[in-house]
């Protein structure tokens, strides 16, 4: 059934995020999508924070996989018209609260699995995020429907993650490596592409979502999306574990800080705008390479978010947040709400037949 | 307008369409219900809130399209 399905694909995203720390990759950080979309905004010159510059394989690999796996399933669509422009700017908001914790939900994940209490902090943050986005669910939040389009707009972001590895592989002058930090610390090109077309295939078709397991428990009481968590969880445990890179604590944790009001805060931006949004940082980069240009709007508001946030001075850094970031995570709090607030489902029109006739009572 | 169908989730982006399946069927169905989508992804869903609620499901694709049909028996 799909469930088998989401937990084996959970598991292998699990072992692929440890895997991958294992082959090169910062620690706790063997699969981030948001701290990877940055790193690539950094490899474009897009942003100038040497740590962080390196156009991550694994971003290429996550959509060309779901790309390939939804053409192979006959789910490869064009689609959008819903709300593409706010997408871009809940997914720029998603970023930056991400860059504010230091990671996406998966790399909390991952983390959490490491024994970095901080993620945890992030985790109650996370889940109140979400809470906050099922209160707009349920009063009727929508972004609009999407339409189908011309199979060509669904090609766009595909072709822009082939072009993301010829620009690795050729390496021109105006593409930037970092030389030290978390930029320079990369698996080897092959292992880094592999394992992002791996996870891009396996999130496809499994449709792991980490913002959607605590939404779904919170608005139908379903635990699907959840054993696909607790499967990457318990998995990465395990590996961390056995490859002795589990520690358990709040200071001196790799890539992370111990600013715990942040850490909630940034991850409260991170669960309300997934949730406004339909889905994890993750689940958009997939969708992304399904042809859904809405999910592509949010993947490049994510990107330019991210080179944003270091212009500004907003990401933090294991030394902490800064005053810049703390006001940029407000003002995309107050963004979100106010999206939140605005769109409800008066302006979406949505025949439901209240005949008798069809028997049912409403 | 009428609608060929009880409910057209075509084109809503995750949750929505269970949102709204899920309000449908909270009111408790007498016969059948029919609702169109036009994602793999939202019809399954939907088909695991039917049989959440208890309900059988049967699930036709046509043309990229979903039909899925909910009642006491399909």
Redesign the interface.
């Known amino acids: 059934m ?1 469930r088998r399905l989401i937990i084996i694909g959970g598991a292998l995203l699990g072992v692929l995020g440890v895997l991958l720390v294992r082959f090169g990759n910062p620690a706790n950080m063997g699969i981030c999508v948001a701290c990877f979309i940055r790193d690539t905004a950094g490899g474009l010159g897009l942003h100038r924070a040497a740590l962080v510059q390196y156009i991550r394989p694994e971003i290429s690999g996550f959509i060309l996989g779901a790309f390939a796996a939804a053409l192979a ?1 006959g ?1 490869f ?1 064009a ?1 959008g ?2 709300s593409p422009m706010l997408r871009f700017f809940l997914g720029f908001a998603v970023m930056i609260g991400a860059l504010i914790f230091l990671g996406c939900p998966l790399r909390m994940l991952l983390r959490l699995s490491a024994g970095d209490l901080n993620a945890l902090v992030g985790l109650f943050g996370f889940v109140a995020g979400i809470a906050v986005g099922v209160f707009f ?2 009063r009727g939040f ?7 389009l011309g199979t060509g707009n669904g090609y766009v972001i595909p072709v822009i993650a082939f072009s993301f590895i010829v620009l690795v592989l050729a390496a021109p002058a105006f593409i930037f490596f970092s030389e030290s930090g978390p930029g320079s610390l990369r698996a080897p090109f092959l292992l880094s592409l592999a394992g992002g077309l791996a996870a891009g295939v396996v999130v496809q078709r499994s ?1 792991l ?1 980490q913002a ?1 397991c605590f ?2 428990l919170m ?4 635990p ?1 999306l959840l054993y696909g968590s607790l499967a990457i969880f318990g998995t990465a445990l395990v590996m961390n574990l056995a490859f002795g890179y589990f520690k358990v604590g709040f200071a001196g944790q790799p890539v992370a800080h111990t600013d715990g009001v942040w850490n909630f805060l940034g991850m409260v931006v991170v669960g309300l705008g997934a949730t406004l ?3 994890c940082p993750l689940r958009q980069t997939i969708m992304a390479g399904e042809g859904d240009t ?1 999910a592509g709007m949010a993947f490049l508001g994510m990107l330019v978010g991210a080179a944003f946030a270091h212009n500004f001075g907003l990401a933090s850094s294991p030394a902490g947040t800064t005053a810049a970031g703390r006001i940029g995570a407000v003002l995309a709090l107050a963004f979100l709400v106010t999206v939140g607030f605005t769109f409800t489902l008066a302006e979406v029109k ?4 209240e005949s008798a006739a ?5 | 307008m009428e609608s060929k169908y009880d409910l057209d989730v075509r084109g809503l982006s995750c949750p929505e369409p269970v949102v709204q399946a899920k309000k449908i069927l909270d009111g408790g169905i007498v016969k059948k219900i029919s609702i169109i989508a036009d994602s793999r992804v939202s019809a399954e869903n939907i088909r695991r809130l039917a049989y959440h609620f208890g309900l059988a499901c049967s699930l036709t694709e046509r043309a990229g399209e979903f039909l899925i049909v909910i009642g006491k028996e399909v």
Do not use: F, N, Q, T
């Open positions: 799909s399933a789910e669509r689609r018209g819903s669910i349920r929508s972004l609009g429907r999407s339409y189908k449709r979502c959607g939404r779904d608005l139908v009481k379903d699907h949004l339909g889905g809405d949505i025949p439901v037949k069809h028997g049912i009572k409403v």
